[in-house]
C-alpha cells in the first residue's frame, strides 16, 4: 500500500516531465511557420493567376468589341455605297435584336461639312465597349467614297 502511494504522489507531482517536450515544441513551432509561409505563397499565386486570367479575357473581349464596332462602319460604308442618300439614327449589324455580339451603327450626311457623312459605330462585347467613328467624303460627281478619317473612341 505503501508504494501505491509513492507511485500516485509521483503522478501528481507538478515537477513530472515528458521527456523531449521542448523539442517537440520547436518541431510544432517550426511547422506552423512552414505552413504560414506556404498558405502566403499559396495566396500569392492564386492572385496573380487570376489577376492573368481576368486581363486576358478582358483583351480579348475588348478586341473583339473592336473588331464588331469596325464591322459597322464597314456595313455603313458598303450601304452608302449602294445608296448615296443612305442615313440612319440607329441600327444592328448584324440584323437581329441589338445585344451582346451586335454593333450599332449612326450614319449622318452632310456631317462635319457638306458631302461628308460621319458614322459612328458602337459595340459591346461581354462588359467591354468600343466606339469607332469614320469620316467619309462622298464625291457628288462620280459617286467614290473614301475614308478621311477613322477613329476608335473612349
Known amino acids: 500500500m ?9 503522478l501528481l507531482d507538478s515537477r513530472f516531465r515528458i521527456p523531449n517536450s521542448r523539442l517537440g515544441q520547436v518541431a510544432m513551432s517550426l511547422v506552423f ?10 495566396a500569392t499565386l492564386t492572385f496573380i493567376v487570376v489577376s ?7 483583351f480579348r473581349d475588348a478586341n473583339q468589341a473592336l473588331s ?3 464591322s459597322g462602319v464597314q456595313d455603313a460604308v458598303l450601304q452608302l ?4 442618300d443612305f442615313s440612319d439614327a440607329g441600327y444592328c449589324v448584324p440584323d437581329t435584336s441589338c445585344g451582346t455580339g451586335t454593333a450599332t ?11 461628308q ?3 459612328i459605330s458602337s459595340a459591346s462585347f461581354n462588359i467591354r465597349q468600343r466606339r469607332v467613328r469614320a469620316i467619309v ?18
Open 81 to 84: 455605297t449602294r445608296n448615296k
Open 2 to 10: 505503501e508504494e501505491r502511494k509513492n507511485i500516485d504522489n509521483k
Open 105 to 115: 451603327v449612326a450614319v449622318t450626311q452632310n456631317s462635319p461639312s457638306s458631302s
Open 33 to 42: 511557420l512552414i505552413g504560414g509561409i506556404m498558405i502566403i505563397v499559396g
Open 68 to 70: 464588331l464596332a469596325s
Open 117 to 119: 457623312i460621319t458614322i
Open 137 to 154: 467624303s462622298l464625291a457628288t460627281s462620280t459617286g467614290e467614297i473614301s475614308v478621311i478619317s477613322w477613329e476608335i473612341l473612349k
Open 52 to 58: 492573368f486570367l481576368n486581363s486576358t479575357y478582358g
